[in-house]
């Protein structure tokens, strides 16, 4: 079976637009391949984070994950800092790594831009990346277009450090498979329903309450005509809340406008909100169970002790093709 590897950055909060478009997807890839799934704490640190926001954030979202479908018993799931061979890993692709390679990175541009006083960090952790790819041998590496270069990058140090040092990794490829349909802000339908968004008005958070994810639909920007068809353009609002409505109940959006023939917007959106916190509500209910149980421990448990095992048989085996073992490297 092919292997397969996701990292989930605990920063932010996540949506209703990253369970629609991703985490859904991943539950379906599940049963394909074997599948990883780490925390990247170590990268959420190119930038400062509140110690204990991003400590409660990492076990939040493994447990939301869980929440939303993914298996524990169908993947290896870990936190990226309790093993501790990624890192010395990175560092001997780093010493394979060119500072070009390294400073052309989309978003070490645009961030070292806003920052003059960028860390160090926020230069090589395009390495630590690639090392989290690497270290498991995995095939291929689910990713959007923005973040294809980063796998592009760990196939070339791959390769480069096989032509140096004899065959050691698997070349990964991105996987760049149909994404789910993307939710927009609901109060402005023209911006990617993001984690980051400082508005939280416009954005429904797995973790909000029930009322809350309610009060904003039926506040969500829609239009004057009064008329619930699928318009990106000119009706952006009711056409995102048709994907909503679409995505969460599998019923066809052109089936959806029939139904909601000559009615009220007033009415779409209390459909729409229902049918989301009837949605959400279910998963917070597992969410609960997970979060205050011994199990999100015991599945951690379980996949850092898979995944240091494989680093840690990875970093000798560099270590030894570079030369800098006691071992005799003549026998």
Do not use: W
Not at 197 to 207: M, T
């Amino acid at each position: 079976m092919k292997r397969i590897l996701t990292g989930l950055k605990p920063t932010g909060d996540l949506t209703l637009g990253n369970y629609i478009g991703a985490i859904r997807q991943m539950v379906s890839m599940q049963d394909e391949y074997d599948s990883f799934l780490f925390v990247a704490d170590l990268h959420a640190l190119t930038i400062y984070q509140d110690r204990l926001e991003l400590n409660e954030r990492i076990r939040k979202f493994i447990a939301m994950y869980i929440a939303c479908g993914i298996d524990p018993e169908k993947n290896t799931i870990y936190i990226q800092s309790e093993n501790e061979y990624i890192p010395a890993i990175s560092y001997l692709l780093e010493c394979t790594t060119t500072y070009g390679e390294a400073s052309r990175m989309i978003q070490f541009k645009e961030k070292s831009k806003q920052n003059a006083n960028f860390s160090v960090g926020l230069l090589t952790y395009p390495v630590l990346m690639a090392a989290d790819i690497l270290y498991c041998d995995c095939d291929y590496v689910p990713v959007g277009i923005d973040q294809k270069q980063h796998v592009e990058l760990a196939r070339n140090i791959a390769e480069r450090f096989n032509s140096r040092y004899g065959e050691t990794f698997i070349l990964p490829e991105p996987l760049l498979s149909e994404t789910g349909t993307k939710i927009f802000d609901l109060k402005n339908p023209t911006k990617k329903m993001s984690k980051s968004e400082e508005n939280p008005s416009g954005v429904i958070s797995l973790f909000d309450d029930l009322t809350s994810i309610t009060n904003k639909i039926m506040k969500a920007t829609t239009d004057s005509l009064n008329q619930v068809h699928y318009d990106l353009e000119n009706q952006p609002g009711i056409s995102n809340l048709l994907n909503i409505a679409s995505s969460l109940t599998n019923i066809s959006i052109s089936e959806l406008e029939e139904q909601f023939k000559g009615k009220g917007y007033g009415e779409f959106k209390k459909f729409v909100a229902d049918i989301t916190v009837k949605h959400l509500g279910e998963i917070q209910k597992r969410y609960e169970q997970i979060i205050n149980s011994k199990m999100l421990d015991d599945v951690l448990n379980k996949g850092i002790k898979h995944s240091r095992q494989l680093a840690k048989e990875k970093y000798e085996f560099m270590k030894t093709k570079m030369g800098i073992t006691r071992n005799d490297l003549k026998i």
